[in-house]
């Protein structure tokens, strides 16, 4: 089986039996379009929804945004030969993984899903939220997902303190 993993910013279009798109997500969103009867699907993963009024992004950057990933992964679909009226979608992250950053995570899931909506692309599945990073594994050209939640990896054993053996003091003291 093939495999294509993407990372932030990227998105990837296929058709091809036995293909699978891989991600792994935290506050990120992951959308899966599939157009079942085109056999094509695509998957992307973006850092934030859409950039602030006061926010200019160089173009450049502009895949790190949901706004402009859903549109480059709809739009890919379409030269491919699906159509908009039929794609379904499968959302996916979005999860509160690091405290200090606040509710990216559940914003990055509001705007997908609001975008969804606005478009009038049906969501068939959504697992968006927890406090817990996701492995996604998207194969288009049968619409299916894979999505399970990546468990917190345990630390390193420590390694016992070995005591310290003071040598006999003479009272003197050495600076270093």
Avoid: W
């Avoid at 932030?8 to 279009?13: F, M, S």
């Avoid at 975008?115 to 049968?142: H, N, S, W």
């Amino acid at each position: 089986m093939a495999r294509v993993p993407i990372v932030q910013g990227e998105h990837h279009v296929a058709g091809e039996p036995g293909l699978v798109i891989s991600t792994l997500l935290g506050s990120c969103v992951a959308a899966c379009l599939h157009d079942p009867v085109a056999k094509l699907g695509g998957m992307n993963h973006f850092l934030l929804g859409e950039p602030g009024d006061d926010n200019p992004v160089p173009k450049a950057e502009m895949t790190r945004y949901g706004i402009h990933a859903m549109e480059l992964l709809i739009n890919g679909l379409m030269k491919r030969g699906a159509q908009r009226s039929r794609l379904r979608a499968h959302l996916y992250g979005g999860a509160s993984i690091v405290a200090n950053l606040g509710d990216i995570g559940q914003r990055n899931g509001l705007f997908a899903r609001k975008f969804l909506q606005t478009e009038g692309i049906v969501l068939d599945r959504c697992e968006l939220g927890g406090t817990q990073a996701r492995k996604v594994e998207f194969m288009p050209y049968e619409g299916r997902v894979r999505s399970s939640l990546v468990r917190d990896v345990p630390l390193p054993p420590v390694a016992p303190v070995k005591p310290v053996v003071e040598a006999e003091s003479s009272g003197e003291l050495e600076l270093f």
